[in-house]
């Protein structure tokens, strides 16, 4: 084994350190055994696409921007994370990627808090495996390795609860679970904030309320709300 393969067995060997035997468990009873057994932690590889980040979470005392490793997860989890990322909230003409706004560092950070919430940390652990294991049952490669009309494939499957089939429960919980958390990162960004053109706490002398179009779709009007109804006569 050379240098490097040892230096990338000891970082997963560190991260692997937040599972331990009893969550192991949780995730075999969490998602199909084969899923959680389908698991296997690979080399990074080159970036699957520009838009997919190789920036990683920095360390204390370490300079922003340095390549320090995911803290909760392995790098294969890692890439998968930034491409499913980026399928949730990809790059447009109007601002950035889930990426771009560093979501996955995001998602990272949260999960690899002292106080994060054990469930979570099980089902994005088992949703990824899950992933993994559908990609290789339809294609024979991971996720991540599979082309992007097939990756698709996988993801109209499990983003629409109503239309899902039951076989497709567990992919449909972690994908929830996950594009909440991609919104919560992104929205909460500099990125995802510029994008909705959110002011912050700045005055505004020339605010004139609702705009029509939306106070039409909500049904409602100004002069409704302004009604006064006399209490009836018992």
Known sequence: MSDADDTISKEEASVSKIMTRRRALQVLGAVPVAAA???QPTTPQQPLTPAVTSQVPSKPGQTPGAHAGPRFFNRHEWKTVALLADYVIPRDEHSGSATDAKVPEYIDFLLSEKDANVNTQIAIHGGLAWL???????FGKTFIDANDTQRREILDDIAYPAKAK????????FFNRFRDMTASGFFSSAIGWKDV???GNVFNPGYDGCPPAALEKLGVSYDLMQTRVAPQEK
Do not use: N
């Open 132 to 138: 993994d294991t559908e990609s290789r049952k339809r």
């Open 37 to 39: 057994i389908g698991q």
């Open 166 to 173: 039951p076989e497709m429960r567990y992919g449909v919980t």
């Open 197 to 199: 053109q959110y002011q």
